[in-house]
């Protein structure tokens, strides 16, 4: 199995930056994709950037040019970085990772850090 712990959230003002980390321990190895998803109150948690482990990236347009997820395979742990921050982008993170394991048969896990927030205020 895997575990990730999430670290990097707190409170910054607008137009400021953060950056967020996600380090994956255990069966590291199985981890096919990794990304960041964000739930903000009253809104479903939707993906904000995702890193394959062949280091193809995507982003959802609302942080596109704004945000970089990047990865550090030695130290298993992948970033997001989040500049010129806003309001709207308020919200509980997740670190994500998507797994390719054979058991009986091969499956698909989703594996979930705890969370951290991030409150950007004007």
């Known amino acids: 199995q895997v575990q990730l712990v999430e670290s990097g959230g707190g409170l910054v003002q607008a137009g400021g930056s953060l950056r967020l980390s996600c380090a994956a321990s255990?069966?590291?190895?199985?981890?096919?994709?990794m990304g960041w998803y964000r739930q903000a109150p009253g809104k479903q948690r939707e993906l904000v950037a995702g890193?394959?482990?062949?280091?193809?990236?995507n982003y959802t347009d609302s942080v596109k040019g704004r945000f970089t997820i990047s990865r550090d395979n030695a130290k298993n742990t992948v970033y997001l970085q989040m500049s010129s921050l806003k309001p709207e982008d308020t919200a509980v993170y997740h670190c994500?990772?998507?797994?390719?394991?054979?058991?009986?048969?091969?499956?698909?896990?989703?594996?979930w850090g705890q969370g951290t927030q991030v409150t950007v205020s004007s």
């Open positions: 994500n990772a998507l797994t390719s394991v054979l058991t009986s048969v091969r499956v698909t896990i989703a594996y």
């Open positions: 255990g069966r590291t190895s199985s981890i096919k994709s």
């Open positions: 890193i394959t482990s062949g280091g193809s990236t």
